[in-house]
């Protein structure tokens, strides 16, 4: 594969590096041999190295070698982006055209690869089973992958990205895999694969089989069964034929039994006559003692009420007879009562007057307390206001200007003159007040007493009270009692008669009860006669027989016709199986074969999984993968000696031994180191000697292709690979890659690198830089 011409349209490494929308990289005129593309970080040189192969994806950015694993979305800007590679492998030139488009919140994307025809024009390309590149990923990866080889081996070999997953990671599976693919014989594994699919499909009809076994083996389960259940219905057939014959014998005896009872039937037409006269002379007995009985419950009732109405009469009367001295003692006590409350009612009307002169006088005596009490609070005032007066008219005779001709003019003496005059005025008011409040006084002090009589006067009428409700009380209870005197009388009688009545109750009761008894005595005497004559005359009555042999006759009947019906349900269920076991033997009788195609078929199952076991991983590309192992060995150390001198020396371990000694398929790369004379595996070794050891691999695989598959790369990509490199490693890594493509017949080599002394021994630079608009 030789990339041509590429075109990029709406990438964001193009759009941040190189500050332009598109980029267009003419490579057909570079020359043969090395090829640098150099620029600051961030000048979209990897975006430019990842897009210079054919495959739909940017192998730096992607989490694993796998196009599931990559989105162009996290990589384009705007509404549509696009890749276009012109690229020429096995003398072909195709074109690779990947269209964006993002109009709204989805997108999508379309691939197509063309080739060019020997007239010029592009064509789609179409593969030998029918496969188009129609814009779709599916068809696109197919048609790819079928001229370029996998993915997976491109991005192994040739093409060495950022980030790239050592060789030294891979597992015993992985590597297996991917060998495969590099010597070719991964057809070996879609071998195997077609083998597991035969061995999947052919467990599936034996699967089919299998349960076709399993049908008949409960089909023989069911004969069995059927078998033991004709045996089974064959002895209950039996059993309810000799129940049957049984049944039969025992209904002639019955019949023979009932002929002869008959015959006897036919003499005792007397005595059945004589037992008919007798039931019903019994039944009349029967009914005439249940309604003598049901008679004498009535009376016994009836006389038993009588006596209790009667007993209730006699107590009533008792209790009045009881209270006799009380009635007649009533008059009297009444009379008393009545002239009691006469004189309690004369004391009450002049009591009763005292008490209201007393209630007068109590008013007034209230009056005159509250009069004297005003006197009192006016004589106080007029009496101090009076010595006041009496202060200031004393000054007359004590001012300077008495006799004076200004004496007119004092305001003192002016003020002490009128005084004098209120004094005079004030002091009868004074008097007067006092000979009042002496007057009050002694009407009050008349009155003092009044209060006591009055409370004294209220005692004693409210005893009188009381005396005359509670001789009111005692006149109303001794009228009661008198005006119960008539009653004595119509006791004393009432009583008589109750008595007389109840006497004559008992008498009846006693004789009532007599005569019942001796009825029931007679009629159960005649009873028993009946009983013994009707057993007498039973011991040759036939009929209560016949009608028992007449029932057993028909349970027998029934007994028989059951026992017809069961043997007619087995001879039934005895055929319907004996059906069902003949059906059976006919189906049974393939087992034996299906049996035989079933273990034919786990023969070949058998077959096809070794041959698949025996075409996949674990067989012979396990021994081609060994095999390839030395030859592989041999390229990568010639390339460590060429350009890295004899110090180390690579070994590829395809088996590994266990701790029982047994080996196992298994992956691992041994580094000897000939300066300390040890061996260690390269996960241990730095990480300058990792990248050198790891593109040794990697190119002596690429040169193992060239050599041996006959994979028609010519071109190599590298990106940063030099980075922890020394600078004198970093001379002997250019060597490596000038002697790979020596040894590999490559035409060219695109590398990335930050080392200006590489990029100077370079055939060719692309400056990504003077690419920016």
């Known amino acids: 594969m030789r990339p041509l011409k590429l075109t990029l349209e709406g990438f964001v490494g193009v759009r941040d590096g190189m500050k332009r929308e598109s980029v267009t990289l003419d490579l057909e005129a570079l020359p043969d041999g090395l090829i640098a593309l150099t620029g600051p970080n961030g000048a979209g040189k990897t975006t430019i190295m990842d897009n210079l192969h054919p495959y739909p994806i940017m192998p730096s950015r992607a989490s694993k070698l796998s196009v599931d694993a990559f989105s162009y979305w996290d990589h384009i800007c705007g509404t549509s982006a696009l890749k276009e590679l012109e690229w020429e492998h096995d003398g072909i030139r195709y074109r690779s055209s990947f269209a964006f488009r993002k109009p709204g919140k989805t997108g999508k994307a379309e691939y197509y690869l063309a080739y060019r025809g020997v007239d010029g024009t592009w064509r789609p390309v179409s593969l030998p089973d ?31 990205a950022q980030n790239r997953r050592p060789l030294a990671s891979y597992g015993a599976g992985e590597i297996k895999t991917l060998l495969a693919e590099l ?19 052919l467990g599936k009809s034996l699967e089919g089989i299998q349960s076709e076994l399993g049908a008949l083996a409960g089909k023989r389960q069911r004969k069995a069964d059927a078998e033991q259940s004709i045996v089974a219905q064959g002895d209950t057939l039996r059993a309810a034929r000799e129940q049957r014959d049984a049944a039969l014998e025992q209904a002639s005896k019955l019949t023979q039994e009932r002929a002869t009872l008959a015959a006897k039937q036919s003499e005792s037409a007397t005595t ?39 007993s209730r009469t006699v107590a009533t009367h008792q209790a009045t007879l009881v209270r006799r001295e009380a009635i007649l003692g009533a008059a009297a006590k009444r009379e008393e009562a009545e002239l009691a409350i006469a004189r309690e009612e004369a ?56 006799g004076n001709s200004m004496h007119a003019q004092c305001p003192l003496l002016t003020q002490a003159l009128q005084a004098k005059a209120q004094a005079e005025v004030q002091r009868v008011s004074v008097a007067n007040l006092r000979a009042e409040y002496r007057e009050k006084k002694a009407q009050a002090d008349a009155l003092a007493l009044v209060p006591a009589e009055l409370a004294a006067k209220c ?20 009228a009661e009692l008198a005006a119960t005197k008539p009653l004595l009388d119509a006791a004393v009688s009432g009583l008589e008669a109750a008595q007389a009545e109840l006497r004559s ?28 004559e009707v057993g007498r005359l039973a011991a040759v009555d036939v009929t209560a027989a016949i009608a028992k042999l007449d029932r057993d006759i028909a349970a027998n009947r029934e007994t028989v016709a059951a026992l017809d019906g069961r043997i007619e349900q087995s001879i039934r269920s005895q055929s319907v199986l004996q059906a069902e076991a003949e059906a059976l033997a006919l189906e049974l009788e393939k087992f034996s074969a299906t ?87 390269v996960s241990v070794m730095s990480g300058g000697q990792k990248v050198w050891i790891n593109e ?36 002997q890594f250019m060597r490596m890659k000038r002697e790979v493509l020596r040894q590999g017949g490559y035409q060219r080599e695109f590398f990335i690198s930050q080392t200006p002394d590489l990029v100077a021994e370079a055939d060719a630079v692309i400056d990504v830089q003077a690419l920016a608009a």
């Open 505 to 532: 109750i008992t008498e009846e009761s006693t004789a009532r009860t007599a005569k019942y008894q001796s009825e029931m005595t007679r009629t159960e005497a005649e009873l028993v006669r009946i009983t013994e």
């Open 696 to 731: 040794c691999l990697t190119r002596g695989i690429a040169l193992y292709l060239a050599q041996n598959t006959g994979q028609p790369y010519q071109t190599l990509f590298s990106d940063e690979s030099d980075g922890p490199l020394d600078p004198e490693r970093k001379v």
């Open 347 to 402: 004391r009450f009307a002049p009591l009763q007057r005292d008490i209201a002169d007393l209630e007068v006088k109590r008013a007034t005596l209230t009056t005159l307390d509250a009069t004297l009490t005003g006197l009192m609070s006016q004589g106080t005032t007029k009496a101090a206001h009076f010595d006041t007066l009496s202060k200031q008219a004393a000054v007359v005779d004590q001012v300077p200007c008495v």
């Open 183 to 201: 010597l070719g014989i991964d057809h070996l594994k879609a071998l195997s694969a077609k083998a597991g699919e035969v061995a999947k499909v």
């Open 130 to 160: 029918g496969t188009v590149s129609d814009g779709k990923a599916e068809s696109y990866n197919r048609c790819v992958e079928a001229i370029n080889g996998s993915l997976e081996t491109f991005f192994t070999s040739v093409f060495s």
């Open 272 to 310: 059945e006559a004589r037992l008919r006269e007798l039931g019903v002379r019994r039944d009349e007995l029967a009914r005439a003692v249940k309604s003598a009985a049901d008679d004498e419950q009535a009376a016994a009732v009836r006389c038993q009420q009588r006596v209790a109405a009667l």
């Open 459 to 478: 005692v004693e009428m409210l005893a009188i009270t009381d005396a005359a409700a509670q001789l009111r009380r005692a006149l109303q209870a001794a």
């Open 595 to 681: 049996q035989s195609r079933a273990d034919r078929l786990s023969d070949e199952i058998a077959r096809w999984k070794l041959l698949a076991k025996g075409l996949g991983n674990d067989g012979v590309i396990a021994l081609t993968i060994d095999d390839a192992g030395p030859a592989l060995t041999h390229t990568v150390n010639e390339l460590l000696l060429a350009c890295y001198g004899m110090r180390f020396t690579v070994e590829i371990r395809t088996q590994r031994t266990l701790a029982s000694g047994e080996l196992r398929e298994g992956f691992e790369i041994l580094v000897h180191d000939a300066e300390s004379d040890s061996s260690k595996s």
